[in-house]
C-alpha cells in the first residue's frame, strides 16, 4: 500500500471514488488523488480545527516579555503539553498569536513558555516575545488533542496524520501552505494534475471533468 493507503486505514472514514460531474459535501477529507486531469468548480476547505480540547481553560495573568515567560498562578501543564492559545480580545504578547497551537515548556509552578513544536520544547528552544502585551486576564490557554487519532487496541491512541513546518501554522488552516489557490466559490476552477496527491482538509467538492480519489476521516 501506498502512502495515502495507510491513512486511509488510520483515519478509518470512507474513501470516495469520483467521476465527471460527481459532487460530495458534509464530508471530513484530509487527501485528494488525482487519477486523471481533474478540473473542480467547487473546493471547500474546512475552517475548523481538527482538535478537541481537553478540561478547563487556564487565564493568562501577566507576561515577562524579557524571559519570556506567562503567568498562570497553580497551573497543571507539563512541558510538551498541546495547547490552544486564544485572546478573546487581549492584545498578546509580540510573537504569539491568536487561535494558534503551541507547546508548553514549563518554567515553574506558576509560570510557562511557549514552543513551535513538541520537540522544541523538550529541547528548551521557547518562542522569544517582544512586547507584554496588555488586557491578558481574557486570553486563555487550553490543552489539547488531535483529532485525528485511532485506537490500535493498545487502549492508547496513536496519532496517524501530522502537519509539519518551520513556521507557526494558523489553526484555522489546519494545513502548511496557502489555502486560498485551492479554495473557489465557483468564480474560478481548481486544477489538480494527474499523479498529484494534495493534502487538504476538503468538505464540499464538484468534480467537472476528471476522476479522483477523496479520503476522508470518520
Do not use: W
Not at 480545527?49 to 481553560?57: E, L, Y
Amino acid at each position: 500500500m501506498n502512502q495515502t493507503d495507510y491513512l486511509a486505514l488510520g483515519m478509518g472514514g470512507p474513501t470516495l471514488l469520483m467521476h465527471d460531474g460527481d459532487a460530495c459535501a458534509n464530508i471530513r477529507g484530509f487527501a485528494v488523488q488525482a487519477l486523471e486531469d481533474c478540473v473542480f468548480s467547487q473546493f471547500d476547505l474546512n475552517t475548523f480545527p481538527f482538535v478537541v480540547t481537553t478540561g478547563s481553560s487556564d487565564y493568562i495573568e501577566s507576561s515577562t516579555h524579557g524571559s519570556d515567560l506567562v503567568t498562570l498562578t497553580a497551573h497543571t501543564f507539563k512541558t510538551g503539553d498541546k495547547v490552544l492559545l486564544k485572546a478573546n480580545g487581549a492584545t498578546l504578547p509580540t510573537a504569539l498569536f491568536d487561535d494558534q497551537i503551541y507547546y508548553i515548556v514549563k518554567a515553574s509552578a506558576d509560570t510557562v513558555k511557549f514552543a513551535l513544536s513538541y520537540v522544541n520544547a523538550v529541547a528548551g528552544t521557547v518562542i522569544n516575545t517582544t512586547g507584554d502585551g496588555s488586557g491578558l486576564t481574557t486570553a486563555t490557554i487550553t490543552k489539547v488533542i488531535d483529532d485525528n487519532l485511532a485506537n490500535h487496541g493498545s487502549g492508547s491512541n496513536q496519532s496517524t496524520f501530522t502537519i509539519t513546518g518551520a513556521t507557526a501554522l494558523e489553526i484555522t488552516k489546519h494545513v502548511d501552505g496557502n489555502t486560498d489557490m485551492f479554495d473557489t466559490d465557483g468564480a474560478e476552477d481548481v486544477k489538480i494534475p494527474k499523479g498529484m496527491t494534495v493534502y487538504l482538509p476538503v468538505t464540499a467538492i464538484v468534480l467537472t471533468t476528471g476522476a479522483c480519489i477523496v479520503y476522508t476521516r470518520k
